[in-house]
């Protein structure tokens, strides 16, 4: 069986939603979709997605409002789509009355009551794509997944998925017909609607997908391929057709935003592979997200990058002797609520690397207050405005000489390197440097381990 999600954008309207039903139908072994709420038209500038306008009618309520505007462009939505696919108007009003309904039950101090309200640009799509292939003729039925048991929790900030999910969610494979399941959200323990995180339908179909053991995981997008690097950073970056879960995980960590990251948990486990592909060009080969890969062809695979970085550097002679400082340093953060990234360590000193918007300065001061207190850590310096430039790739970790081509490519452009880090898997080089470097860093990193890759001697 075949698991297919399908984005935003390949559901944004009538046409795009006949599409996406013709591709479900092509292939008998794909049974499941997975629907995300219907994104922005190429054909309406400027637009929004309907999720978009649901948080919006949130906000409007935050502050006292109807959020009637959002409203009404969500009903002219759904009915467009509605009568696009020939649907009646029916469908589409019930819809629109639901929406009314929860925005009116809004209650700021109860967030299943938002999520409720946000789960509904999932829910639409898929009512209407169910009402669509039945009125063809084909066979296919909605699920909720709050009836089909998707549990999940919110826990520290992260809505997390609770393990009898997959046995809830296991008898659908046993299905003849199409299953059309709105992805984003699923149902607390207590009964509430909740969400995941945006671009959560991702999850969703991860979840589908290790529930009925799938063959493989569809994740259809409007975009060709994965790209080594963002475009915004390098213009026309090699496309990859294949990449590891580990390398996708770490490209996704900082910034490789076409599959949400929390997307690849469930299917790690079974090792189904994620096949990325462009609803408008399903010819094109997409980029295979595998357990293992067998060839590599490239040592680097993707370069990524992120600003907002920056390091708290602690020094004191002899700190390296002295046992269980580095639990006691984490634990300091830890209490304070900073989630730590990296921690390079030197012969009398310890950095750790955090996201700027974790220490902002009234937290810096306590944890400087709390340091020089509570460890004698008097000599404390925090760098502000770093980037991570990173460079993930299988190819890493069997290959000599490729910190120093890095270095020597960043030194070569006079890039100063704040802090390099590299971890025992050998799977990707973290480089610290100030957000100016980042640009050349990468386009320096870019020449040497892509275009200038096959003249290299290693490569011969
Ligand atoms: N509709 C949600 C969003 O816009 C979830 C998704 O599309 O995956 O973030």
Not at 63 to 84: K, P
Not at 367 to 396: A, D, F, K, Y
Request: hydrophobic share 40%; charged share 25%.
């Amino acid at each position: 069986m075949i698991v297919c999600k399908f984005g935003g954008s390949s559901l944004s309207d009538a046409s795009k939603i006949k599409q996406v039903c013709s591709l479900m139908l092509e292939n008998p072994e794909r049974k499941i979709m997975v629907v995300s709420a219907p994104g922005i038209r190429q054909s309406v500038v400027p637009d929004r997605k309907v999720t978009d306008l649901l948080l919006s009618i949130v906000k409007e309520s935050e502050a006292g409002r109807d959020g009637l505007e959002d409203r009404r462009l969500i009903a002219q939505r759904l009915q467009d789509i509605a009568l696009g696919l020939s649907l009646s108007d029916a469908i589409a009003s019930e819809l629109s009355t639901d929406i009314d309904r929860l925005a009116m039950q809004l209650d700021p101090q109860d967030r299943s009551t938002r999520d409720a309200l946000l789960a509904m640009g999932e829910v639409a799509s898929a009512r209407l794509i169910t009402a669509y292939l039945q009125k063809e003729g084909h066979r296919a039925r909605y699920v909720d997944p709050r009836e089909a048991g998707l549990m999940l929790t919110y826990r520290a900030g992260v809505t997390e998925i609770l393990p009898e999910t997959y046995e809830n969610l296991a008898p659908l494979s046993l299905t003849d017909e199409i299953i059309v399941f709105p992805g984003f959200f699923g149902v607390t323990p207590e009964g509430d609607t909740i969400t995941f995180s945006r671009g959560g339908s991702d999850i969703t179909g991860a979840i589908l997908a290790a529930a009925v053991h799938a063959r493989l995981y569809e994740n259809w997008t409007d975009r060709d391929n994965v790209l080594a690097v963002n475009p915004e950073l390098i213009e026309d970056a090699a496309p990859l057709t294949e990449i590891s879960y580990r390398e996708m995980r770490e490209l996704a960590y900082i910034g490789f935003s076409i599959i949400h990251h929390e997307a690849l948990e469930p299917v790690l486990k079974s090792g189904i592979p994620i096949h990325i592909r462009n609803t408008n060009k399903p010819s094109s080969p997409g980029t295979r997200i595998i357990a293992e890969r067998t060839h590599i062809d490239r040592i680097v695979t993707g370069i990524a990058a992120s600003d907002n970085f920056c390091s708290v550097n602690m020094r004191r002679i002899l700190i390296n002797q002295e046992i269980g400082i580095l639990s006691r340093i984490l634990t300091i953060f830890a209490e304070l609520g900073i989630n730590v990234h990296h921690v390079p360590t030197g012969i009398d000193s310890v950095s750790i690397i955090v996201r700027e918007d974790q220490l902002p300065l009234e937290i810096e001061l306590a944890l400087r207050q709390r340091l020089s207190r509570e460890l004698n850590l008097h000599q404390v310096t925090v760098v502000r405005q770093l980037s991570i430039v990173m460079l993930v790739g299988e190819g890493i970790r069997d290959t000599v000489g490729v910190m120093a081509r890095a270095t020597t490519a960043m030194a070569r452009e006079k890039i100063s390197v704040e802090m390099v880090v590299l971890d025992y898997f050998e799977i990707s080089v973290v480089f610290l440097m100030r957000h100016y470097e980042k640009q050349r860093a990468v386009s320096a990193l870019y020449r040497e381990f892509f275009e200038n890759e096959s003249e290299h001697p290693a490569n011969k």
